[in-house]
């Protein structure tokens, strides 16, 4: 499985999903979700539609688990779900190129390394939540085309932005930014 859509359900944490991973064969009790028609030979999309949290984590640590112990995962969708934070273990989560976390309202910060660990996205939206600072080593994902980081509570954007040279679409908007980052970045226009 190369892509997680887990987006519009009520999953409250994915720590215990992502950490189970350190487990050898686990054998998580989870429902039976509809997988969405293939897109290709190898991406699967899974919509699962949950009533509470509890089948809700079941199903992550399955799904998650199995992607995991193969390092397979490229694109996780977590839109407009309950997290109240992102886990540490995302970061291991290597081969990520696109992550959606929107409309999560709550998540405050990225975990410690992410910038450092996670270097192949292209794609990071976080539109939506209650992050406060961007992190200067922002600067490491070299392949990023598209950040979104509107509607969040985001005050100073670091000059490392400019150093994104894929970068093709900032989203800023709603924030309480003064300065926006092209006038802090030396020699970019």
């Excluded at 490229?74 to 779900?81: E, F, P, V």
């Excluded at 995302?90 to 709550?106: A, F, G, R, V």
């Excluded at 980081?149 to 924030?175: D, Q, S, V």
Aim: charged share 25%.
């Amino acid at each position: 499985m190369e892509i997680l859509n887990l987006s519009s359900n009520l999953i409250a944490t994915v720590d215990a999903a992502i950490g189970m991973c350190s487990r050898s064969n686990p054998k998580p009790q989870t429902p039976n979700p509809k997988p969405v028609p293939k897109k290709g030979a190898q991406t699967l999309v899974v919509a699962a539609a949950m009533a509470h949290a509890r089948r809700a984590r079941n199903l992550v640590e399955g799904l998650v688990t199995c992607c995991l112990t193969r390092n397979r995962l490229t694109d996780l969708d977590l839109s407009r779900n309950e997290l109240s934070g992102l886990p540490s273990t995302l970061i291991l989560l290597t081969n990520l190129t696109l992550l959606k976390i929107p409309e999560n309202k709550t998540i405050a910060k990225f975990p410690d390394e992410f910038f450092e660990r996670v270097l192949k996205l292209t794609l990071l939206d976080a539109e939506d939540n209650r992050l406060t600072e961007v992190p200067t080593e922002i600067k490491n994902l070299t392949q990023l085309t598209h950040l979104d980081l509107g509607r969040n509570r985001i005050t100073i954007l670091p000059k490392e932005i400019g150093e994104l040279e894929k970068l093709r679409i900032l989203k800023i908007h709603h924030n309480q930014v003064s300065i926006p980052p092209w006038s802090r970045v030396e020699g970019k226009s």
